[in-house]
């Protein structure tokens, strides 16, 4: 038998400040200087690609370009890497949310880790265009912990969602 990790609650609809405020957290997440250690994920990319999954029309393309330019010039990296990377990823995450969600929370985590190696493959090839050199392999890492982070971040974010709106001590939800 396998375990499910499914819910029988009933989500509240999120609310738009929740969503922004999320963004930010993970923006100030990469403006801090472990962001350049190789096992970090991108906090952004893997924030902007849970909310383009859950939420395809609060989150997305737009939200993925003004973060996009915020880490360009916060890197001092190209612009527009970031930017392009992010809207990239909010596009696919996006187009492919409704069959992302009838997953398990395991198997999700699996569906996000091509999403967060095509940021990392997109920033990649927009820095070896100007002749920089392959960061090595390390690079790399960080999506597979964005993964394995994908569980505690999902419960972390719909946290607010299961709260219901009017307390009642006798309402079994």
């Known amino acids: 038998m396998q375990p499910t990790f499914s819910s029988s609650r009933i989500l509240q609809p ?10 930010l957290v993970a ?8 962001a350049a250690w190789p ?16 939420e395809p029309r609060r989150a997305g393309m737009g939200s993925g ?5 915020c880490m360009d010039v916060a890197d001092a990296s190209l612009m527009g890497q970031h930017a392009l990377a992010y809207v990239l990823v ?21 569906h996000a880790l091509p999403l967060l190696l095509l940021v990392q493959l997109v920033q990649l090839g927009v820095r070896a265009m100007p002749g920089f050199t392959f960061p090595g392999w390390s690079y790399f ?33």
């Open 39 to 54: 096992w970090m994920p991108d906090w952004v990319a893997l924030v902007l690609v849970f909310w383009s999954i859950r």
């Open 27 to 34: 923006l100030l997440l990469n403006f801090t200087p472990t």
């Open 141 to 173: 890492i960080g999506p597979f912990v964005g993964m394995l982070l994908w569980i505690p971040l999902t419960f972390v974010l719909l946290l607010p969602q299961y709260q219901p709106i009017d307390r009642d001590a006798n309402r079994p939800i």
């Open 14 to 23: 999120v609310r738009p400040w929740f969503i922004l405020l999320s963004l």
């Open 65 to 69: 370009f003004i973060l996009g330019l």
């Open 90 to 110: 909010a596009y696919f995450a996006a187009s492919l949310s409704r069959r992302i969600l009838w997953f398990p929370l395991g198997q999700q985590a699996l």
